[in-house]
């Protein structure tokens, strides 16, 4: 079946800091690819998705590419501030099958 | 206000014990899910449902129930809860725009703590 792979966290970095966080996933087809992020005691909200292979997300100067040909979709941010320090999770939906979660990485940014 | 809410925010309850949990939106929304999160393990999808008359079964669905009283209203319960069931549940809502891959718009949260 499908699946999700995400780096451990966490992840501790210093404001302005260069942050990537790996994701790879496993799937038939050509699934969508997005980045959720949770902030503190908070749901789940959208951060950036791409629906095809060589597409760039982008949404807050966050961004992520699909790569087909490496399975994968790394998050990427040129510099981080206090303020993302969340819960970032990478997701896929593959048509006909539901929506497969990794299982988070969690982003401390210290100031 | 929150377009999707939930309620309780936190519950601690003991074993086998019945519990519901609820979930409103105002977002009008047709498609409504049910997930729970566990540490280390993401998201995982309970129930769905894309509209009143539709429910489907994710996952994990065993051990868990569900009712949409409206579209506005989609309850989870736990007729017998057990300790394994203790995680923090989400509520989420997308539009039906024909295909599984829009937004889904999340709750905040209920964190059931089963003793």
């Known amino acids: 079946g499908d699946s999700v792979t995400q780096m451990e966290g966490p992840v501790t970095l210093s404001e302005e800091a260069f942050l990537t966080i790996n994701c790879t996933y496993t799937a038939t087809g050509y699934p969508s690819l997005f980045w959720y992020v949770q902030y503190p005691g908070e749901g789940l909200q959208l951060l950036l998705k791409a629906t095809k292979a060589d597409d760039k997300g982008s949404n807050k100067g966050f961004e992520a590419t699909y790569r087909k040909e490496t399975t994968s979709f790394h998050l990427e941010k040129g510099s981080v501030q206090v303020s993302d320090s969340a819960v970032y999770f990478c997701a896929l939906y593959n048509a006909g099958n539901m929506l497969t979660f990794g299982g988070g990485t969690r982003l401390m940014v210290k100031p | 206000d929150a377009d999707v809410t939930q309620t309780p925010r936190n519950r601690i309850t003991k074993t086998g014990k019945r519990i519901m949990l609820e979930c409103s939106q105002t977002?009008?929304?047709?498609?409504m899910y049910w997930y729970r999160q566990d540490p280390g393990l993401g998201l995982r999808l309970i129930y769905y449902s894309f509209d009143v008359k539709d429910i489907n079964k994710g996952e994990i669905s065993d051990g868990y129930s569900v009712s949409r009283q409206a579209q506005a209203k989609f309850s989870l319960s736990l007729e017998s809860a057990i300790p394994n069931q203790t995680a923090l549940y989400f509520c989420?809502?997308?539009?039906?725009?024909?295909?599984?891959?829009?937004?889904?718009?999340f709750g905040p949260g209920t964190r059931l703590t089963v003793l």
């Open positions: 977002k009008g929304h047709d498609r």
């Open positions: 989420a809502t997308s539009d039906p725009s024909g295909s599984f891959t829009d937004t889904q718009y």
